[in-house]
C-alpha cells in the first residue's frame, strides 16, 4: 500500500471517529422518563422535540432543568434541577437536568456565555447574542390560612388559594396570575376567615368569618351547667361597643325561671327587654342555639324550636362578632354568612 493510499485511510478513519463521538450522546441515559417536575416552571412553550426542548434549556441562564410533555409537545423550562426539585410521577411526561447535555445541540450559544439576567439568543445572521429573560414571578404569596396549588411560576401561571379546615373563602376571586413586572396579582386581605371554633373559651369575642354581615347564621352547641339563682347562659353579638342582640336563658334567675330574653345596649343604654316564658334545655344537656339575623330580623331557635323574632333597633348595623359567656360549656361554634 502506498504512503499516499495508508494517509487516506488514516484520514477516514479519523473522520468516522469524530462524527462517532460527535453523536455519542445517549438521551435515553439523560431523560427520566414519566416524571414531572411540580412548581419550578418559570418558561412554557410549544416544542418540537426533547432535543429543541433541551436547546432553549441551554440558552438560558437560569434554567437547570427541562420537562416535555409528550402528547402536546409542551416544553417546561424549571429554575430547579431533579435533585432539588420536587419530582413526581407523572404519565406523558420526560424530566431531564440539562448538566447531562452536550453543550453543542444550542449552536452558536454553545459558545457563548451570558449574564444571569439574560438568556442567549440566535439573530437572523446565526449570531449568538444575550437579551433579557424573564425568570417568572418567583414563589407564589402565602395567604393565612389557606395552601395553594399551581404549576409554575411562568408568565400568566395561575396560583389557586384553598381555605384550611374550619376556614371560608370570604371572596369569589381565590387566584393570582404571574404578571409581565415579575409580581404574582394581588389578592384582597383577608381571604381566609374562620366559621367554626371547637370547644371556644368563654368571654372572647369571635369575629364574623368575613368581617361584620346582616345576612348570617350564628349556630352555638353547649352543655348549660348550672340552674341556680346566680347562673344564665348569655349569647351576645357587637357592633363595637354595642350590642345589637343579646341572647339570655335564665334557668332560675332572680325572680325568672325557665325564660328566654333578648335585649339590646346601644351607647351604654339598655333597650326594653323582650321575653318568652319558655326554655327547652336541660342542664347538663347539650343543646343548639341557632341566631340567624337576615332583613334587619333576628330570629332565635333553641334545638329547632322557634323561640322568636327579635326585629334590630339599630337599622341597617351589622354584627361583627360574638361573645359567649355565662354557665355553659360550649363545645362549638359555626358561623355562615351568605
Known sequence: MSSNHGELVLF?????????????????????HGKYMEQQIFRKFRSPSPYACASECLMSSACLSFGFEKKTRTCH?????????????????????????????AGPCSQKQCPA????????????????????????????????????????SVTTYTCRQDFRACYDKVTSICQSSGQWENLTAGLCGQFIWHNPVLRVHYALPCGPSD????????TPTHANS???????????????ALSEFRFNYDSYI????????????????????????????????????HGGIYRLDIDGKSMFNFTERVPGAKPGSIYIDGSVSVRMIEILSY
Open 258 to 293: 325557665n325564660v328566654t330574653v333578648m335585649n339590646t345596649e346601644i351607647n351604654g343604654s339598655w333597650g326594653q327587654p323582650v321575653r318568652v316564658h319558655s326554655l327547652p334545655m336541660t342542664v347538663g344537656q347539650e343543646t343548639e342555639v341557632q341566631i340567624t339575623f
Open 117 to 156: 439576567t439574560t438568556r442567549c439568543q440566535v439573530n437572523r445572521l446565526d449570531l449568538a447574542t444575550c437579551v433579557p429573560e424573564f425568570r417568572g414571578c418567583g414563589q407564589p404569596p402565602e395567604v393565612t390560612n389557606a395552601t395553594n396549588t399551581y404549576e409554575g411560576h411562568y408568565l400568566g
Open 77 to 105: 423550562l424549571n429554575s430547579n434541577s431533579s435533585a432539588n426539585g420536587n419530582v413526581v410521577a407523572r404519565a406523558g411526561f420526560l424530566l431531564s437536568d440539562i448538566l447531562h447535555w452536550p453543550k453543542s445541540i
Open 12 to 32: 477516514i478513519l479519523g473522520i468516522v471517529k469524530l462524527v462517532y463521538c460527535d453523536n455519542c450522546f445517549d438521551m435515553a441515559t439523560a431523560v427520566q
Open 215 to 222: 345576612k348570617f347564621r350564628a349556630t352555638v352547641t353547649g
Open 230 to 244: 346566680q347562673h344564665r347562659w348569655n349569647i351576645w353579638l357587637w357592633k363595637d361597643t354595642d350590642v345589637l
